[in-house]
């Protein structure tokens, strides 16, 4: 927990200090020092989500509905499928980047920098969240 005292020393000394933006009553304060302005962050987005696939008609909606309390944005990485799998997962709003399968490791290392957040979850299109 932070004292009061130790927020005006923060605030004073740097206003950029991540312990200066902590909402008062998350800081454990009833009121805000009125020399302070306290405006909490906004949420920044950050992850995405990436499901490597091919033909998982069956899986893939399943999977992307499970991630999306989590992800910022999800990503469907495709190795060439033909049952309809891209489809769905750009009916539900997903991006979707294709390329020919070479070998597991080598299409993931391809995939994750197509990935617009800096963190990244792999989801196999079989699993859930």
Known sequence: MTSLGSQR???EHDLH???CAIPP???GLTEPPSDLDFQPRPPTPVLTVLIPAKNERLNIRPC???ARSIA???LVADSGS???TLEIA???GCRTVERELVDFSDFKNWAIPQAKYPWVLV???DERV
């Open 25 to 27: 009553r998350a800081a």
């Open 82 to 84: 033909t049952d309809g």
């Open 9 to 11: 020393r923060h605030a």
């Open 90 to 92: 750009r009916q539900l």
């Open 72 to 74: 910022d944005e999800i």
């Open 123 to 125: 989801l196999d299109a």
């Open 64 to 66: 992307i509905e499970s």
């Open 17 to 19: 200090c991540p312990i």
